[in-house]
C-alpha cells in the first residue's frame, strides 16, 4: 500500500476516535509530551498509564507518542539534549543513535538528566499545544456528525 494511502487511512481512523473532545485533546496532549522524553520503549506504556490516570483518552495518547518516530527521534532526542546542557551548563558531545534507555544512560547521568530536562522543557509547549488543536478539530468532528445525522433523520 502506498505511503500515501496509509496516511489516509490513518487520519480515517483517528477522526473515528469516539469521546469528549476534552479527554481526546488530553490524550492526545500527553502522547506528544511523552514523545519528547528519552524513555523509549516505554513511551506507549508511559502515555496510556498517565491517560488512565488523567481521564485522557488512551487511543489518542498512544497516537500522540508517534508523533516521536525512527524519522523525528534524532532530531527531538538531539534537539532536548541541548536544552537540556543549556539550562545545566553542560556541553557533553552527544550521539543519537541510541537503541534505548540503557544505552542512554550508558552516557551518563549528565546526559540522561539533561535530556528528560530538555525533554520536559520542550515538551510542556508542545502539548498544549496538542490538547487545544486536538480539543478544536474533534468538537468540529462531532459537529458535523450531529448536523449529519440532523439531516439523515
Known amino acids: 500500500m502506498p505511503a500515501k ?3 489516509k487511512q490513518f487520519i480515517k481512523r483517528c477522526k473515528r ?16 509530551f ?6 523509549l520503549p516505554f513511551h506507549t506504556l508511559i502515555a496510556v498509564t498517565i491517560a488512565i490516570l488523567l481521564r485522557g483518552n488512551k487511543i489518542a495518547a498512544a497516537i500522540g507518542v508517534w ?19 543549556m539550562l545545566f551548563d553542560n556541553s557533553k558531545p552527544f550521539d543519537t543513535k541510541y537503541e534505548s534507555i540503557k544505552d542512554l544512560l ?4 549528565d546526559a540522561t538528566i539533561a ?3 530538555g525533554g520536559i522543557i ?8 496538542a490538547y487545544f488543536i486536538t480539543r478544536k478539530i474533534f468538537l468540529k468532528i462531532q459537529l ?7 439531516l439523515l433523520t
Open 67 to 85: 508523533f516521536s518516530n525512527p524519522l523525528t527521534i534524532p532530531f527531538f532526542y538531539l534537539g532536548t539534549y541541548k536544552v537540556g546542557t
Open 5 to 7: 494511502n496509509l496516511i
Open 34 to 39: 511523552i514523545s519528547f522524553t528519552p524513555t
Open 122 to 129: 520542550l515538551g510542556i509547549p508542545c502539548s498544549i499545544a
Open 17 to 32: 476516535l469516539e469521546g469528549d473532545p476534552h479527554h481526546i485533546g488530553l490524550g492526545m496532549g500527553i502522547g506528544i
Open 144 to 150: 458535523k456528525r450531529k448536523l449529519k445525522r440532523k
Open 106 to 109: 550508558g552516557l551518563g547521568w
Open 115 to 117: 535530556m528528560m530536562a
